[in-house]
């Protein structure tokens, strides 16, 4: 990456913005569930570190290390979420149904924001990746197994999230859940001529008609 700010560092906070929203969100959840969030997060801050707070990212950035910086603040907030969901789950598995409307409405509230509007398989694959964190560029979490006019079709090369989960003792399926569940209303919200799917051998598929 550059050692000077450039559109992908700005593109990039954003998705960190957008996971930050999200623990966010599970956090008020919690609050009106009556769960004893805010000791946890607490524990997490001081354990996996603080949020952005959403100042402008030029205010908070170490623009001596551009690079490293941006890849705490993914490592920050992956753990944090992962932690804070691990934790729900363990009061109560019933608790998942609820996390994933969570990220079903910010898969919607993420496509009424989005100002382009994608007609092809492709484009709908590069809108997914304008929000969701998939570590950074260079760490190509995705490979394109195919692509045509009526459908794309990736597989996850890269195991980026799972060490996270590891280390907080969670469970990865969950987080594919949560994730799948967020892309599929992202992508038929954006555009309802498209669908999502994930198929049992992991392969991802976005569709037309």
Known sequence: MSLFLGKIHYWLYNKILWAEKAEEEIIDWAKDNSLPVEQWIQ?????????????ALE?????????????ERIKSAELR????????????????????NIFQEQGKAAAHEYAQHPDSPEGMFH??????LEGMPCDRASEVLSSDKNEI????????????WI????????FYDLRDAWISSFIETLNSDFSYNKTEDGKHIIKKG
């Open 127 to 132: 809108a997914i990746n304008d929000f969701i």
């Open 43 to 55: 524990q997490y801050m001081e354990e996996y570190g603080q949020p952005t707070g959403k100042h």
């Open 59 to 71: 205010e908070i950035i170490d623009q001596s290390n551009i690079h490293g910086w941006l890849q």
């Open 81 to 100: 979420q992962a932690a804070l969901i691990t934790k729900i789950l363990e009061n109560n598995q019933d608790y998942k149904k609820e996390l994933v």
């Open 153 to 164: 079709v990736w597989k996850i090369s890269t195991q980026l999230h799972e060490p996270y």
């Open 167 to 174: 280390q907080v003792k969670g469970d990865i399926k969950n």
